[in-house]
T-cell receptor, first 113, second 113 residues
Framework: GDSVTQMEGPVTLSEEAFLTINCTYT??????LFWYVQYPGEGLQLLLK?????DKGSNKGFEATYRKETTSFHLEKGSVQVSDSAVYFC????????????FGTGTSLTVIP | KAGVTQTPRYLIKTRGQQVTLSCSPI?????VSWYQQTPGQGLQFLFE???????NKGNFPGRFSGRQFSNSRSEMNVSTLELGDSALYLC????????????FGQGTRLTVV
């Protein structure tokens, strides 16, 4: 079945460090891929998305490229800030069976000054 | 534009009781999905409603049920509560169709004692 495998956390980085959170997926067909972020006590917020192979999603300095050949959608940011501390979820949705998301387990990121 | 509204934010119930959670989607959105989030199992899909019809269902027991009204508002009901039902329940709203991004509410934190 469909699934998402995400890099285990927690991850602790110093401010201005480079961030990579790995995400790979298994899915039939051609899913759309997403990164969501969750701040303490909050719901999930959409960070970025990509709907087809080789698409690059980007937002707030974060980027991820849909790689069909490696079934990956790794999240990157060149210089993290303290305010980026949160839990990040990789997710996929199939484009033909309704709006059912498959989420990874989440990666907790803490950025220290 | 108002976001997704979930009520109540917090609930404490006793084992064996039942509970109803409410979700008001973004205006114009016709798809509402429900997810259960726990530290052990992560984010798990419960069900999706689209135009008052259940379109997808996850692997949860029949104690978990839902419905959607003509104004797209949705309710989720859990009967005969168990301790393991303690979780954050998240509602997600999507515009239309399939495979589109979802916007999440802040969730309802249910504690079963």
């Amino acid at each position: 079945g469909d699934s998402v495998t995400q890099m285990e956390g927690p991850v602790t980085l110093s401010e201005e460090a480079f961030l990579t959170i790995n995400c790979t997926y298994t899915a039939t067909g051609y899913p759309s891929l997403f990164w969501y972020v969750q701040y303490p006590g909050e719901g999930l917020q959409l960070l970025l998305k990509a709907t087809k192979a080789d698409d690059k999603g980007s937002n707030k300095g974060f980027e991820a490229t849909y790689r069909k050949e490696t079934t990956s959608f790794h999240l990157e940011k060149g210089s993290v800030q303290v305010s980026d501390s949160a839990v990040y979820f990789c997710a996929l949705i199939r484009t033909n069976t309704g709006n059912q998301f498959y989420f990874g387990t989440g990666t907790s990121l803490t950025v220290i000054p | 534009k108002a976001g997704v509204t979930q009520t109540p934010r917090y609930l404490i119930k006793t084992r064996g009781q039942q509970v109803t959670l409410s979700c008001s989607p973004i205006s114009g959105h016709r798809s509402v999905s429900w997810y259960q989030q726990t530290p052990g199992q992560g984010l798990q899909f419960l069900f999706e409603y689209f135009s008052e019809t259940q379109r997808n269902k996850g692997n949860f027991p029949g104690r978990f049920s839902g419905r959607q009204f003509s104004n797209s508002r949705s309710e989720m009901n859990v009967s005969t509560l168990e301790l393991g039902d303690s979780a954050l329940y998240l509602c997600a709203s999507s515009l239309d169709g399939v495979g589109t991004e979802a916007f999440f509410g802040q969730g309802t934190r249910l504690t079963v004692v």
